[in-house]
């Protein structure tokens, strides 16, 4: 019995962190500068960034992240960015899967990825320089356990130092990073900075 009860309550312990209901509930974000930067010193500028997604389950989540004012460098036309309309780079509909950071449970983060395997976002810059990123992006999601009500804001965070992501895994999970592929170069480990700013549609909670 000692031992069921034990098995029960690490059962219920990793199901948590969970966002509350109703599923879905649609959410809207818009953030400031963005920053996508290699190991090997390529960067990306954006100086803001829209998304639209959806909470679908207790611990998931589908969104496209939109960028605008994006570059390779301090605003110049010849490293402009985009995979559509000049200077706009869209991910594709990607899918977000909820954990938690640390073992005191106190950190609750949103690991993002392509559900296909595919690249999360494939554009170009200048004339002829192809770039794509896959993997993984991880950010940390706040506030946690507290109701946050329509017209108020979750936030979510992306932080990464010289190509390095500052959260490189979900506690438990596999090492989940940015790669950047640019042009016919090879696959380098990457970080993406920006600070989403999520509004939902109806109350929600993060709890952990």
Known sequence: ???????????SLAALPEFSPPFPN????TSKAMTLQT?????????????????????TALVT?????CA???????GQCQNGVPGEVSTRRLSGTLGY??????AVGLDLSNPTGAPMARFSCGEDTLVET??????????INKTI???EHVTLKFAQKEGHQAVKRLLGGPRDVPLTKVLFGPLEESGLSCTELLTFSAPIEIVA
Request: with cysteine.
């Open 1 to 11: 019995m000692l031992a069921s009860s034990a098995t029960g309550a690490t059962a």
């Open 26 to 29: 649609a959410f809207t974000s």
């Open 39 to 59: 190991v090997g010193k390529f960067r990306v500028s954006c100086t803001a960034d829209t998304s639209n997604g959806e909470v679908t389950g207790p611990a």
């Open 65 to 69: 992240i939109t960028f605008t004012g």
């Open 72 to 78: 390779t460098g301090e605003g110049a036309s010849f």
């Open 101 to 106: 950071l640390n073992r005191t449970h106190t």
């Open 134 to 143: 896959s993997g993984s992006l991880i950010g940390r999601v706040t506030p």
């Open 149 to 151: 009500a329509p017209g």
